[in-house]
C-alpha cells in the first residue's frame, strides 16, 4: 500500500508541476516575431487595452503593448519606427563612451 501511496503522490506533483514548466515553451521568441501591423488600429486609436506586450521604438521609448506604440506612432507628428519587442534598455553616458 505504500508504494501505491507514494506513486500517487508523484503523479499529483507532477500533474502540479507540468504546466508550470511547459508555459515558458508557449512564449513567442522576439527574434521569430514580425513588426506589429499597424492598420489594425487605426481605426481605433488610443483605445487600448492594458497588456504587457512591450515594445522599443527607434525613438528610444518604451511602449506597453502593439496598440499604444501604433497609436503613438500613426496619432503623433513623431516620424518613429519599430525597434523590437521587448523594452528598450536604458544606457547611461559611460556605456555610450
Not at 25 to 48: I, M, N, Q, W
Not at 56 to 85: M, Q, V
Amino acid at each position: 500500500m505504500a508504494f501505491f501511496s507514494s506513486r500517487v503522490r508523484a503523479l499529483f506533483i507532477l500533474v502540479l508541476v507540468l504546466p508550470l514548466c511547459s508555459e515558458t515553451g508557449f512564449a513567442r521568441s522576439k527574434k521569430t516575431r514580425k513588426e506589429p501591423d499597424c492598420d489594425v488600429y487605426r481605426s481605433h486609436l488610443f483605445f487600448c487595452t492594458r497588456e504587457m506586450d512591450p515594445i522599443c521604438g527607434t525613438n528610444g521609448k518604451s511602449y506597453a503593448n502593439p496598440c499604444i506604440f501604433c497609436s503613438e506612432k500613426l496619432g503623433r507628428n513623431e516620424k518613429f519606427d519599430f525597434g523590437h519587442w521587448g523594452h528598450c534598455r536604458e544606457y547611461t553616458s559611460a556605456a555610450r563612451s
